[in-house]
């Protein structure tokens, strides 16, 4: 991982931002932009700071310079450029890092366990098991590379699937009931038990809270009244209120 710092001084604030905006989903979308933050100056309101967190410095010469991501990226920000005052790469020293969901819940091996284990019980349940009639054999493997994404892992979701568009596509269509919503999110509790995915309760109310939100989205894409989803990264889910357990 390398960091990038990229540093403005910038007339137009408002006109920046709104840039920004725009250029943050091309951005979060690329595999190789692990995440990114852009800071304002207290004391200099015209100074901003852009800090990106890249897979390597390869990553993002080879990779995101040289991808569509990218060109997307550089048509919102182009008429920035000028003001840009450092542009360069960082290697981290001394940190304070809490570990990602991914790391804690013990990486892609876990997550595969835990996706494997629970489309075992979704077949044999009459309510949701009828969703996945016809399942590619691979499905339970993409849906491991989803969570590790979500929860702070690597990009492979996006690299090998399509990202957040591709997955809300699988859904559209499919007139998911409340029922089977509640009883898919029972059965992957059922499986992170089987499993020994951790027990804490700061992991679980983190765990459970995405598994609420992603399962009302899809509940709402695969109804009659869904919109065409937006172009937006693949959402990164992190501890929420409580942080992670310390005896």
């Given at each position: 991982m390398i960091v990038e710092y990229i540093r403005y001084r910038v007339p137009d604030a408002d006109g920046f931002e709104d840039a920004y905006r725009r250029a943050v989903v091309p951005l979060g979308n690329s595999p190789e932009c692990l995440t990114y933050e852009l800071s304002r100056c207290v004391d200099e309101p015209e100074c901003y700071v852009l800090r990106i967190e890249w897979t390597s410095a390869e990553g993002h010469l080879e990779g995101f310079r040289k991808s569509a991501h990218f060109q997307e990226f550089f048509a919102e920000i182009k008429p920035f450029v000028s003001h840009i005052e450092e542009m360069r790469h960082y290697e981290q020293?001394?940190?304070?890092?809490?570990?990602?969901?991914?790391?804690?819940?013990?990486?892609?091996?876990?997550?595969?366990?835990l996706t494997a284990t629970f489309y075992d019980l979704v077949k044999k349940d009459d309510l949701v098991g009828p969703l996945f009639a016809g399942m590619d054999p691979g499905h339970p493997r993409y849906v491991a590379m989803w969570l590790g994404e979500v929860f702070g892992g690597p990009a492979a979701y996006t690299r090998e699937r399509g990202g957040h568009t591709h997955m809300v596509s699988k859904h559209l269509g499919k007139g998911i009931t409340e029922q089977q919503r509640r009883r898919w999110v029972s059965l992957l509790m059922d499986a992170a038990d089987e499993v020994g995915l951790p027990s804490d309760a700061e992991f679980r109310a983190a765990f459970a809270g995405y598994v609420e939100w992603g399962t009302r989205l899809a509940l709402y894409f695969s109804g009659p009244n869904a919109r065409a989803p937006k172009e937006e990264p693949v959402p990164r889910w992190g501890w929420g209120v409580a942080p992670p357990y310390k005896p």
């Open positions: 020293v001394i940190t304070k890092t809490e570990p990602t969901l991914f790391e804690w819940a013990g990486g892609a091996e876990a997550l595969e366990r």
